[in-house]
């Protein structure tokens, strides 16, 4: 029997996820293992050393530079506030003052009396890494960060552009089918996660980020509104940085109605609250845009590893979805895997695969132009 | 050492970027032969993460195919028996595909950007460009570096003998980022240094211990000059020898196989050669793939009378992972230029995208097959451009540029490539060895490299000139005897008048021998002529080039020749070298139809 494998987006109603959560420099671990975190936690950080800045004494005082210590009203390691003064000059019997006062808040680092001038560093600037997860810190790296660890629900994303996001998700379709329209998005909708059909517009992504949604979980997405959002064509999918808001597109591009398993399996964790993160790479090595929601306090059948399940590989029986026009993103299970060649449209000889899909029509697709949907 | 003189079954594959090829090879009598073929999905993606699952699976389709076992236990069955398995495994591999890398420099205007051309002239896609004043704190530039795992990272910074501590700090950083691979543990990544040759040491106690670090030639040795050769030279190395074969599951691949993988474009070009060797023939070779374009060149070097092989692997470029970067490089309208029907730009950019996302799928309606012919053309075409601006004589040494030559791109006359003198343009790669019709592949050829005067073009017919050119380093008759008898698909000659051609105009008579009649005739500005020459037929020829055109002879100069036919037919050519589309729409599509109607390249075209 061929076992020919098409890899297919994970939907997993229950999983345990790990994630490694890591500074980059070295710094220190705030919380030990076993802790419980929750996802806008700080669980590691480290200081960078903050900004230096001059200032010249001796020129704004109008002074010798070997003056400039006995000037001083502050001493190094003392930290100062903007506008304080830390150097003053007194003239005319001490009747008149002249001060210099410091242009940041820092700490003075140094006083010279060759160059007159002073140092001051300005506060250390924080680099922090939060859990991102509801969870327990199952591991901990010590100077790095941690693992954090949950069970979830877990759909993976074929395509995002955004950062880590956290907030509720929110239903603002009715179906898979909905266009997520400006109209819907509400004031209210600030910090949250919305879930969509099969489509968000331009207008819609430019009013959800003016309100302040966090992130989008659609259907599809035009790549036209794509290279408008970004400002350029994306030549690699390779995205993860992008500015304003997270979307996550789990169909594709176009006007794509959202697998009914998907829709249905996120709807039902619609008032819970999500980890997104649409940093896709498209590429040997793929990261796929994912969507996670904790199941803290939610039942749930026994937990399983899904993770470490391997998949049998597509067969007769598999459950399968197109994912190429002209049958794009309909379901079926196979019903037959012809060994010998067939011809297309385009009159190519293609191993195909017999399907019927979910409404009763049987159609003969290549073998390549399906995925197996995995539960 | 072992005689593999005598094996009589063989089994050989492929592991692309995109899909996995299996050819099942027997000696019958004398000579070998290939018994077919099969091919799965490449499994370097989660869930699978291991290519040798699509190896199990391309083979299972070719032991369904012709009814020999070949797979026990989930691995190869190595057997001398008649009935089942195989004396030999051999496999190559591009799987880790694509090459999308980092270049760092001190100064971002100036090593900075140096680094990228040198860079994007090796056919990289570059991700970033680090530079110490590129206005980033050091932790963003961790972060990046973690974040986008380059394949690769270029370093550079500091003129020879100028100071060193700025690319030494850049070199902290990356050893701060401790840069991951892709995929795959105990994979060092690979980072070639071309700075400051003062800052060597170094920066080679710095990274020497965490990455794949080798030292080249400074990028810019003196601010007034560019010197990105060598930097480009070790790009292309090391992308073959570490990037492209370090697919997850690659060591039990290795296991598996009798002697080591080859990387694909090096078994490709071993082919090559042996076709220009064996001829002795001026070659263009192609081989575009879902992630990278390579191109083959074998040309007489005109100093030095030697023959000159070059390679070039453009990563930036193919039509699966590759494919949004076609369009990004070329452009829409490039790439719509090529299709005779008009198409919603909207649903055109979603179609593309989703092939990129979804790069495993194939076109399965004829649209959606123009579509991809079309890019395919703008790929080979780019890979091509740069190809030519990379080809070096013999010494392999590139010109030292000053630095207004490196703002002035343009390729220079002493490319190598010389398209008249060329005599057969070779095409590999699943857009032109599974074009359902052959003439699509001829057409492909023709209009992506627009080779002139007279040049036989041919194609790999399923693709496998990679595993002949592994099975050729254990026995090279099998090799020969395959690629002679089934590999190379010869589509017929194509004889395309050079220079700028009038519309309107008659740019070539003809008088043609061939075997169903005599021919001759003119052909017009802008036409194509079909004739019926078949394979192994041949036909004498009485060309002459009109109103200064040039055939090989020199401008206006007749040219008697000896026409090879092929599958496809005789060409000729008459839009002129270079060609380009007409501006206006309606007649651009208008001569698209013409073409394709006299090439008979699709059972119908659509919207007519």
Same mark, same amino acid.
């Given at each position: 029997?061929?076992t ?5 987006? +994970? ?67 003392? +930290? ?92 603002r ?13 509400k004031?209210?909708d ?9 489509i ?6 430019? +009013? ?8 989008i ?29 997270t ?7 176009? +006007? ?10 996120l ?70 895997m012809?060994a ?22 049987i ?13 | ?26 000696k ?50 190595? #057997? ?12 190559? #591999? @591009? ?13 971002? #205007? ?5 680094a990228?051309?040198?860079a ?15 206005g ?13 795992? !380059? ?13 060193? #501590? ?14 991951? !691979? ?38 810019? !040795? ?17 992308f ?19 002697? !080591? ?56 470029l ?18 719509m ?8 730009e ?49 010494k392999g ?8 030559d ?8 002493? @490319? ?32 992506a ?51 700028l ?33 078949g ?72 919207g007519e």
């Amino acid at each position: 029997m061929a076992t020919a494998y098409t890899p297919g987006l +994970k939907v997993l109603t229950e999983a345990v996820i790990r994630k490694d959560r890591l500074l980059p420099l070295d710094g220190e671990v705030l919380v030990k293992k076993g802790d419980k975190v929750k996802a806008t936690d700080i669980v590691a950080e480290t200081y960078l050393p903050g900004n230096v800045v001059t200032v010249n004494i001796a020129n704004k005082l109008g002074i010798s530079p070997e003056d400039v210590p006995g000037a001083m009203k502050v001493a190094i390691g003392e +930290k100062v506030t903007e506008g304080q003064a830390i150097a003053e000059m007194k003239s005319f019997f001490g009747l008149l003052s002249n001060k210099c006062e410091s242009s940041t808040d820092g700490t003075v680092e140094n006083i010279s009396s060759v160059t007159g001038q002073v140092i001051l560093r300005e506060a250390p600037l924080p680099v922090q890494v939060t859990s991102y997860l509801d969870g327990l810190v199952s591991e901990v790296y010590p100077r790095k960060g941690i693992q954090v660890e949950t069970t979830a629900t877990f759909v993976q994303g074929i395509f995002g552009i955004g950062r880590e996001a956290h907030g509720e998700l929110v239903l603002r379709a009715e179906d898979p089918n909905t266009i997520l329209e400006a109209s819907t998005i509400k004031p209210e909708d600030k910090g949250k996660i919305l879930l969509g059909g099969s489509i968000v517009t331009a207008e819609a992504l430019k +009013k959800a980020m003016e309100v302040g949604v966090v992130g989008i979980v659609v259907g599809g997405f035009n790549d036209k509104d794509l290279r408008d959002f970004l400002g350029y064509d994306l030549g690699v999918a390779i995205t993860g940085n992008e500015e304003g808001i997270t979307l996550i597109v789990t169909e594709g591009f176009g +006007k794509m109605r959202m697998a009914q398993a998907t829709f249905d399996l996120l709807k039902s964790r619609c008032g819970m609250m999500a980890s997104i993160n649409g940093a896709t790479q498209i590429r040997a090595g793929v990261i796929r845009p994912e969507i996670i929601i904790p199941l803290t306090g939610v039942k749930t059948q026994r937990d399983v590893d899904k993770e470490k399940e391997k998949s049998p590989g597509l067969a007769i029986g598999s459950r399968i979805r197109a994912i190429r026009e002209p049958y794009f993103g309909r379901l079926g299970e196979v019903i037959s895997m012809p060994a010998e060649l067939r011809k297309l449209e385009t009159e190519a000889m293609v191993r195909v695969l017999e399907a019927k899909f979910d409404d009763g029509t049987i159609a003969v697709i290549p073998r390549a132009n399906v995925e197996l949907i995995e539960t | 050492m072992t005689d593999y003189s005598k094996i009589r079954y063989i089994l050989a594959t492929d592991c692309g970027s995109t899909t996995t090829k299996a050819i099942y090879i027997e000696k019958q009598g004398d000579v070998y032969r290939l018994v077919n073929r099969g091919e799965a999905p490449t499994t370097v993606e989660a869930p699978a993460e291991d290519v040798t699952r699509g190896v199990l699976n391309a083979v299972s389709e070719l032991e369904e195919l012709i009814g020999r076992k070949l797979l026990k236990d989930n691995e190869i069955l190595i #057997s001398s028996s008649d009935k089942e398995g195989v004396e030999v495994y051999l496999s190559t #591999s @591009s799987a880790g595909g694509g090459l999308q890398m980092m270049v760092a420099g001190v100064v971002k #205007s100036m090593t900075g950007e140096s680094a990228q051309r040198a860079a994007l002239g090796a056919g990289a896609i570059v991700m970033d460009v680090i530079a110490s004043n590129d206005g980033r704190l050091p932790h963003e530039k961790i972060e990046a570096i973690r974040r986008l795992r !380059p394949d690769m990272i270029l370093l550079s910074g500091g003129i020879d003998g100028g100071t060193i #501590s700025h690319v030494v700090e850049l070199a902290e950083l990356i050893a701060a980022a401790d840069p991951k !691979p892709r995929f795959g543990a105990g994979f060092a990544l690979p980072v070639i240094y071309a700075g400051n040759i003062n800052a060597r040491a170094e920066v080679e106690k710095t990274l020497g211990g965490k990455t794949a670090l080798e030292s080249v030639a400074n990028i810019r !040795p003196v601010l007034e000059k560019e010197n990105l050769g060598p930097a480009r030279q070790k790009i292309h190395d090391l992308f073959m020898e570490h990037v492209m074969a370090q697919a997850p599951g690659y060591k039990k691949l290795m296991s598996w196989t009798l002697v !080591p993988i080859m990387p694909t474009p090096g078994a490709v070009g071993a082919i090559i050669q042996t076709i220009a060797k064996k001829y002795d023939i001026s070659v263009i070779g192609v081989d575009i793939g879902g992630a990278t374009t390579d191109v083959f060149s074998v040309f007489k070097d005109p100093d030095s009378e030697e023959i000159v092989f070059n390679r070039t692997v453009s990563a930036n470029l193919g039509l699966s992972y590759s494919i949004s970067n076609v369009v990004a490089e070329t452009g829409l309208p490039n790439i719509m230029r090529w299709v005779p029907v008009h198409m919603d730009e909207t649903e055109l950019r979603n179609a593309i995208r989703n092939k990129m996302i979804r790069p495993t799928t194939i076109p399965s309606t004829l649209l959606e097959l123009i579509v991809e012919q079309a890019i395919s053309r703008e790929a080979l075409r780019l890979a091509f451009e740069q190809h030519k601006s990379l080809a070096v004589g013999l010494k392999g040494v590139q010109k030292q540029r000053t630095i207004s030559d490196a703002f002035d791109q343009t390729s220079t006359g002493e @490319s190598l490539v010389d398209l008249m003198a060329l005599e057969i343009l070779v095409g590999s790669g699943g857009v032109l060895s599974h074009a359902p019709r052959r003439a699509q592949a001829a057409i492909m050829l023709v209009d992506a490299f627009q080779p002139q005067g007279i040049t036989m073009l041919a194609v790999d017919s399923i693709f496998m000139m990679p595993q002949l050119g592994v099975l050729a380093t254990i026995n090279e008759k099998a090799a020969t005897d395959v690629f002679e008898k089934d590999c190379l698909i010869y589509l017929g000659s194509c004889v395309a008048v050079t220079g700028l051609v009038k519309p309107g105009t008659a740019v070539m008579k003809y008088k043609i021998s061939l075997p169903s009649g005599p021919v001759e005739g003119e052909l017009m500005a802008g036409q194509i002529k079909l004739l019926p020459l078949g394979l192994d037929e041949t036909a004498e020829g009485e060309l002459t080039p009109l109103r200064g055109l040039d055939l090989g002879e020199g401008p206006g100069k007749p040219k008697l020749a000896t026409l090879r036919g092929g599958v496809v037919g005789l060409m000729l050519d008459g839009r002129g070298r270079p060609f380009s589309l007409p501006d206006d729409d309606k007649e651009r599509v208008k001569k698209l139809v013409e073409w394709f109607t006299e090439l008979k390249l699709y059972e119908h075209i659509p919207g007519e």
